[in-house]
């Protein structure tokens, strides 16, 4: 679906342009186009390839989706994908795919599986015209950035999680296994965090320093400064997983704590009923010639041997912290 069409000169918006113009303003010197799809239909994107002549391999990724984060040359065309992570109300993370596609005088995204659009985007590159002459270079750091500075609100929503878990670890009442399962879903939500940003962070180094396309001349320092807030990201999630593996060690070691004091109190309860049950069964063993089995005093003396011996072991299992 198409969201917006426009041309743009000197760093200010000339016109709405319909699809069946795009061709022709193509033409026109010193303009360039930003067009925005939402959840575009294939034949919506060959139409846009026929006008902006793009190449058939980046179009063809474009229609599959579910890209890797990459930036890749294609002649005088620079083609984008960038996931976009969001929080639904529900907690739950959602992933969406921005494909950008990026030439001397357009610049084509298309956005889909995502709810949050760019509208304060445009807004913002239009209310900088002195950037905006830099045309689809500095369109192209602005969606970046955007889609960057969305990272930190789910890092800080990831780190959050983190710390209610591991408030509740150490809680009596909090069962093990609901921990476990939910840092491992936590583990989940980070890795696909990492794969967002990391593979990202290594290849927007290619637009700044260097060789850099003829689209970013002159751009460096703005895409250096999205580079500067992926790497805070890529190093935010090294520190949440590294607390994580710590969190599920520690997890792990309290379960097992608590199956050692569950033995040891299992044990403790076995040498109580063992006791009586030894005096017990040597007195009752069927021989004639046993000490004391004519004794009238023998069977309250073998009861009180039982309770004396049971109270002693007792009290040494209370003081050792078995019961």
């Not at 579910?66 to 005088?76: A, L, N, S, T, V």
């Not at 962070?201 to 751009?219: D, F, N, Q, W």
């Amino acid at each position: 679906m198409l969201i917006n069409c426009a041309a743009y000169q000197n760093g200010s918006k000339l016109t709405d342009v319909t699809v069946e113009d795009i061709s022709e303003h193509l033409k026109l010197p010193d303009q360039f186009l930003w067009v925005a799809l939402k959840n575009p239909t294939d034949q919506e994107i060959d139409k846009m390839g026929e006008e902006f002549g793009l190449h058939e391999l980046a179009v063809e990724d474009a229609k599959h989706g579910h890209q890797r984060p990459k930036i890749e040359e294609y002649g005088d065309t620079l083609f984008c994908v960038l996931h976009m992570l969001e929080v639904d109300e529900d907690d739950l993370l959602r992933v969406g795919e921005i494909n950008i596609f990026v030439g001397r005088n357009f610049i084509l995204s298309m956005r889909s599986r995502s709810t949050v659009g760019f509208l304060n985007v445009r807004q913002r590159c239009e209310s900088e015209p002195h950037l905006l002459t830099h045309g689809s270079g500095f369109v192209l750091y602005a969606l970046m950035d955007a889609v960057v500075d969305r990272y930190f609100p789910v890092i800080d929503w990831l780190a959050r999680e983190l710390d209610a878990i591991e408030n509740r670890i150490f809680e009596r009442s909090a069962s093990a296994r609901t921990n476990i399962e939910e840092l491992y879903d936590l583990k989940r939500n980070l890795m696909v965090v990492q794969h967002a940003a990391l593979p990202l962070l290594e290849a927007i180094s290619k637009l700044y320093g260097g060789r850099v396309p003829g689209i970013c001349v002159g751009m460096g320092e703005y895409y250096r400064d999205i580079y500067d807030h992926l790497a805070r990201i890529v190093k935010s999630i090294e520190s949440i997983r590294d607390m994580l593996n710590t969190a599920i060690q520690v997890n792990l070691s309290l379960i097992s704590l608590d199956d050692s004091a569950i033995t040891k109190k299992l044990a403790a309860w076995g040498a109580l009923f063992a006791v009586p049950t030894m005096i017990a069964g040597i007195y009752g063993m069927n021989f004639e010639a046993m000490p004391e089995l004519k004794w009238m005093l023998g069977y309250p003396m073998a009861l009180g041997l039982m309770i004396v011996l049971d109270v002693i072991l007792w009290r040494r299992f209370k003081k050792a912290g078995w019961l």
